[in-house]
């Protein structure tokens, strides 16, 4: 399964360089690429609001 980004997200850009396989875009809140995610965890724990989880 794996992660998507919840409204929650407050674009503060601490999960993007935490992607290794690079699958977070920026925008108005931050998007994970769904078929490039490896289901890692990464990104969510230094997520300060726990926006990604797992889908």
Do not use: H
Request: charged fraction near 15%; hydrophobic fraction near 35%.
């Amino acid at each position: 399964m794996a992660f998507f980004i919840e409204d929650s997200c407050i674009a503060c850009g601490a999960c993007q360089p935490e992607c290794p396989v690079d699958c977070i875009t920026e925008g108005d809140i931050y998007v994970i690429d769904q078929d490039a995610c490896i289901d890692c965890g990464a990104c969510a724990n230094v997520c300060p609001t726990g926006a990604p989880v797992q889908q």
